[in-house]
């Protein structure tokens, strides 16, 4: 009796150690994600974040850039839990760093994935990111390492455009660099970028359907009067209503 006890009391103490440690690893990946999007250069922003896990890979964020220049980084860590926390810190204090150093995407993923693919792999992780480059003139310039699509909608033909780019996971490969490329486009009033993460278009309702591009682009057509909040509000709406309210708690 007594050493059930013993062990009883040993499970229970290391149990609230590591709910301890989860709560902390959560509160640092939230802190390192912007808790606002102010407006720039009359462009306006919004983003949701919620996990399925008590702890989930995934990251954003903006930064400015040199030349007068916005950053926007969205990107999908392999793996959840405290790990993901950590890979997550490593990864915007990497982007932050090479944002400083150049103004091309491509170069800033580059210089990410050869810093990154000294760690990684020894943690058996990977990520997959987009990242897009906007200046004064709203011309936008990206590059996908293998994530999913950017979609664009343009206001004026009430359509969409999908912004992609060849490229590997980042922190993967130690020859990555040489797959990434560059892409551009110009905006205009009206129009909207959407960055987003497997999560949204591969969420699954009861029967085993996934929520899909056709369904999402809907629903951005149907809130293109709306603001970015909103629009974000409704999507995430719309995916727990088609997963029947099982996930994004």
Known sequence: MSFNQSTGTIIDTLDKKLMWQIQKAKKIQKSIMPDELNEWNCINFAAKYLAIDEIGGDYYDRFYIKGDKLGLVIADVSGHGIPAALITTMVKVSFDFFASQSDSPKVII?????LLVKYLPQMGAYLTCFLLVIDKSL???????????????INESNSFDYLDTEGVFVGAFENASDTYEEGET????????????DGIV??????KEEYGYERFEDMVTFSSALSNDKLAELVIDDIRTWAGGEVLK
Do not use: F, M, S, W
């Open 110 to 114: 580059q210089n990410v994935n050869d």
């Open 139 to 153: 011309k936008v310039r990206y590059t996908n390492a293998g994530h999913q699509h950017a979609i664009r909608y």
């Open 186 to 197: 110009q905006l205009h009033p009206g129009d909207r970028i959407i960055l987003y993460t």
């Open 202 to 207: 591969e969420t699954k309702n009861p029967d």
